[in-house]
């Protein structure tokens, strides 16, 4: 499953980066990007499991961006 999300108040290119990174290390995520000048992710995951690995990513970005928040809708 391939998931696009919004973001809010990311505030450098060098944090979507470490996300990016970061999200990509996560059990169970085939691929995901993060763009600084769109202010948006995609996250593609295992579909049977994509809530958890979601609620996963959330934390891991708030570790890098506490102020970013992904509108999940």
Do not use: Y
Not at 7 to 33: F, H, P, R, T
């Amino acid at each position: 499953m391939k998931k696009h999300f919004k973001l809010v108040d990311l505030d450098c290119a060098n944090c979507a980066a470490k996300m990016e990174d970061a999200i990509k290390k996560i059990d169970g995520v085939q691929n995901a990007s993060v763009s600084f000048m769109a202010q948006k992710m995609t996250v593609e995951a295992d579909d049977a499991r994509f809530d958890s690995i979601m609620q996963e990513v959330v934390k891991v970005c708030k570790r890098v961006e506490p102020d970013c928040e992904i509108v999940i809708k």
